[in-house]
């Protein structure tokens, strides 16, 4: 007779440590996948200017190319425990070069601050060891870095978005930051994994989760040009696609091409929102789903 062996589960697959190589260069390539994605409601795709008459796919490639180093730089900033004014200081820097290769347009200044943090953050927990799962970089993110962020938040802002943010009683990127970004973690990785535990392609699971993101995010850019009418205009398109069953909907890509038009009209674009899918397709490359 066979001994019967009791069925052994599976070992949990291990959880990879990045190096601040690896952590850098997915957010180089995320940010390619943002840009990438189309159609994209207001924003430059690959084939398309949007609602700007200022940059297309060569000026964002341009100044991806410019940025390569410094999320690997600001990772193994991270990593060796610097302090917030070093990620500051390196950031400003890299903005600089952005500008350099842009022409003096902004691109992903947005990304640069975001990304930047959170390549950081990665930073960090590599070097405990440790993988960068969700709940890990929000608390890095909060315990080590929120009192700074917190105080950057509150300085007079200087961009349009911010200006408009603080007018409006908004969330700037600053104060997005400060809180931890709730919509990175509350709103665009579930609706990632929802999408893709739906089994949706990843181009619907993106746009699926850029939506989710425009519905939830007070994004400074739509508030700078357009107002609180054309933020709240935005989120309630973006709440109408998803509700009618988003990209993956029969006619799904079709009502995207549809609020897009609607926004290139208004000369909306959810820049904010942009960047944080980008950030989502970054903590997917460093994190993809279990199999
Ligand atoms: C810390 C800064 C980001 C400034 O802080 P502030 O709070 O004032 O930032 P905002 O003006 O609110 O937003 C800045 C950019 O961040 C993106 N964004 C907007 N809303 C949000 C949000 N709620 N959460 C997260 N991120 C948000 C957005 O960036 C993207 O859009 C820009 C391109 O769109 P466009 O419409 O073309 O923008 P403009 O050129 O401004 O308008 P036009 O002239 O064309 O009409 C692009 O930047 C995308 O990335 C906001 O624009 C930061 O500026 C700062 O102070 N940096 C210093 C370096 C630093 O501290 N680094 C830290 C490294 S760890
Ligand atoms: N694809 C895009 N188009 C316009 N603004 C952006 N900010 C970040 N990504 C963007």
Same mark, same amino acid.
């Given at each position: 007779?066979?001994?019967?062996c009791a069925p052994v589960a599976a070992a949990p697959r291990p959880r990879r440590v990045p190096t601040p190589q690896m952590i850098g260069r997915a957010a180089t390539l995320a940010l390619h996948d943002e840009l990438a994605l189309s159609p994209k409601p207001g924003l430059v795709t690959l084939t398309d200017r949007g609602s700007h008459a200022d940059m297309d796919a060569h000026t964002f490639m341009r100044s991806l190319f410019a940025l390569r180093g410094y999320f690997v730089r600001i990772a193994?900033? $991270?990593? /060796? /425990? #610097?302090?917030? *004014?070093?990620? *500051? +200081?390196?950031?400003?820097?890299? *903005?600089?070069?952005? %500008?350099? &290769?842009t022409g003096g347009v902004?691109?992903?200044? /947005? #990304?640069?601050?975001?990304?930047?943090l959170l390549c950081a953050s990665a930073g960090v927990l590599a070097a405990q060891g440790r993988s960068p799962a969700? &709940?890990?970089?929000? *608390?890095?993110?909060? +315990?080590?870095?929120?009192e700074a962020l917190a105080a950057r938040a509150l300085r007079p802002p200087t961009l349009p978005g911010g200006l408009a943010a603080r007018r409006l009683g908004l969330r700037s990127a600053s104060a997005e930051?400060?809180? @931890?970004?709730?919509?990175l973690f509350d709103t665009a990785m579930p609706a990632l994994r929802a999408a893709q535990q739906r089994g %949706?392609?990843?181009? #619907?699971?993106? %746009?699926?989760?850029l939506f989710a993101v425009i519905a939830t995010l007070d994004d400074s850019?739509? &508030?700078?040009? /357009? $107002?609180? $009418?054309g933020l709240r205009f935005a989120q309630a398109a973006a709440r109408g696609f998803l509700a009618a069953g988003g990209a993956a909907a029969p006619g799904g890509m079709q009502a995207? +091409?549809?609020? @897009?038009? #609607?926004?290139?009209q208004r000369r909306l674009s959810p820049g904010g929102a942009a960047d944080t899918l980008a950030a989502a397709c970054w903590l997917d490359r460093l994190q993809p789903t279990a199999p």
């Open positions: 007779m066979t001994a019967r193994e900033l $991270g990593h /060796g /425990g #610097a302090p917030f *004014e070093a990620l *500051e +200081q390196c950031g400003i820097a890299a *903005e600089a070069r952005m %500008l350099a &290769a902004n691109t992903h200044r /947005g #990304a640069i601050f975001m990304l930047g969700p &709940a890990a970089l929000r *608390e890095v993110l909060t +315990q080590r870095w929120g930051a400060a809180a @931890g970004l709730p919509t %949706l392609p990843p181009a #619907a699971a993106r %746009l699926d989760t850019n739509l &508030a700078h040009r /357009g $107002g609180l $009418g995207a +091409q549809a609020i @897009g038009a #609607a926004f290139v």
